[in-house]
């Protein structure tokens, strides 16, 4: 069974900044794409970043370009998410995913991460 654990999530003002971590459960990983996504209250889940871990190639969301950065570290078998310039509108669940590179669906989920942003 595949498991991802986000951790990072927390309260913080406008303007600061989080990192989120994604901790994967199997090595196999080094092929998948990695990927964040968020769900405000009342708003259906959004894509945020996502990267293929061998190959390091990256996207964003356009509301999250300039701001947020999506890495990962081989060796720890995670993926991170830093948030920078934060504004309360990113307030929202942010979940980590992974899919295999030849799949359009996410395939693996995490169970969230809550993050506040205060105006």
């Known amino acids: 069974q595949v498991q991802l654990v986000e951790s990072g999530g927390g309260l913080v003002q406008a303007g600061g900044s989080l990192r989120l971590s994604c901790a994967a459960s199997?090595?196999?990983?080094?092929?998948?794409?990695m990927g964040w996504f968020r769900q405000a209250p009342g708003k259906e889940r959004e894509f945020v970043a996502a990267?293929?871990?061998?190959?390091?190639?990256?996207t964003y969301a356009d509301s999250v370009k300039g701001r947020f950065t999506i890495s990962r570290d081989n060796t720890k078998n995670t993926v991170y998410l830093q948030m920078n310039s934060l504004k309360p509108e990113d307030t929202a669940v942010y979940y980590c995913?992974?899919?295999?590179?030849?799949?359009?669906?996410?395939?693996?989920w995490g169970q969230g991460t809550q993050v506040t942003v205060s105006s």
């Open positions: 199997r090595r196999t990983f080094s092929s998948y794409v």
């Open positions: 990267m293929r871990w061998s190959a390091g190639s990256k």
């Open positions: 995913a992974a899919r295999p590179p030849e799949m359009l669906q996410w395939a693996y």
